[in-house]
């Protein structure tokens, strides 16, 4: 009986078999040959192709100044898995809080390790000194993890401001960590510099800040008819201590872009060495993003780094501030000698403005409807997620969960980061980032 049953059970199986095998040759000859797909996906792809480049030509937001696109330019490589290890160099007063907070809320999202200090008061926006590894290992937050070791271990994500310093750099962060920073027109870096350092102390007013803008203008021009004697009294006032920010705001009168990046500022005045540096950290930085086209900064760094759009998603930090004189505002003639004076920052942003235009051609013909893509969705949580005040009753009083990771403000996102680390143990699931996986 036993042996019956076995006979009919390998008669059934082999039926199955010769079924199967004949679905499969008929489904595989009705589809078409290797040829005829390929000639399809290149007809598909030379009208795409010719479609997009044609929006891009078109579209108001490309760089007046940009290289003309060439028949040689080639795509960004199809990409691998994301990149999730990242050195940014945050730029004092170049807009570098936005871009951040972006790295900051991938890095969260992902259970990454963070550099930063032990600090959390005055230094926990900063490593300000990186003169050695020895000394910076003495003052930053232990990582996480059984893993840990702490007299090597190498961390994920920096995204501080600091003097750049790319040997002490690549002592903490993971081997083959990307480099990027942000640069900011030096104009607009120059009147966002002396709005929050408060550079008019040294000015002959006593009322300063917050006037109209044609007095702010005035202001301006007076700086910039004896730039370097306000210079000097500026840090005069900021050494005594007469000043609410720092002792050493006086740092960031001239060209302290150039200066967080490493250079030695003896030379900031010649164009010869200035131009040597920038060629070295054409070499070590991966990508500088530009503040004054920072969406499409974002769309190059997103699909270098293989990252989702939605993990570029932002609502813009630190826009609240009263001074609103803008580099447009302001007279050609003390535009220019704004320039002037911070040359060694100019000389770096030319620089950097025109490799960024290179890369968003070696982009790809999707660039201009990307682009269209993703400030439409910026628009959309702009609406969705905006930060609203919270009042008794108001119908704003909770934010929608999808929101609250991308609403939440700098400083409490890193409090949940340091939090996290401090605890040093990885977490299964996060209430404030269970609704991750939501498509905007």
Known sequence: MKLRRLGWGLAAATIISLVFRELYSSLMSHQPTAHIRAHKHDLQARKHHAGAEDAYRT???????????????????????PVTNIAYLKIHKAGSSTLSQVINRFGYRRNLTFLLPNDTECGARYIWDMESTSDVRKDILRSIGPTNVLSNYRYDLFTLHTTYNRRVLDDLMQPGSRYITILRDPVGHFLSAYNYYDFSLALPY?????????????WIKEWMSNPDDYRRKYEDIARAGDISVSPESYLF??????????????????????????????????????????????????????????DILYIPENQGHK?????????????????GWNSAD?????????????KIEE??????????????????????????????????????????????????????IRQRQTLRQRISFDPIISGRDVTW
Not at 323 to 339: E, Y
Request: aromatic fraction near 8%; glycine fraction near 2%.
């Open 59 to 81: 579209t108001p937001h490309q760089n007046p100044t940009a290289l003309t696109a060439s028949k040689t330019t080639k795509p960004i490589d199809t990409c691998q898995p």
């Open 346 to 358: 100019q000389q770096l942003y030319d620089h950097f403005n025109r490799t960024l235009w290179r």
């Open 253 to 310: 009168c001239r060209n302290s872009q150039t200066r967080d990046l490493g250079f030695d500022m003896r030379h900031e005045e010649n164009i010869s060495k200035t131009s040597e540096y920038i060629d070295v950290l054409n070499k070590e930085v991966d990508l500088v993003l530009i503040t004054d086209y920072f969406d499409e900064s974002l769309l190059v760094m997103q699909k270098m780094f293989c990252w989702e759009m939605s």
């Open 363 to 416: 982009y790809g013909p999707s660039f201009a409807s990307d682009l269209n893509t993703f400030r439409s969705r910026l628009k959309e949580i702009a609406h969705t997620c905006k930060r609203r005040p919270v009042r008794p009753r108001s119908r704003y009083q909770k934010t929608p969960d999808r929101c609250r990771l991308l609403a939440m403000n700098k400083n409490a996102l890193m409090d949940n």
């Open 206 to 218: 006593k009322k300063r800040k917050y006037s109209s803008k044609t007095k702010q203008i005035q």
């Open 323 to 339: 001074f609103n004189l803008k580099s447009g505002h302001l007279p050609g003639d003390i535009a220019q000698s704004i320039r």
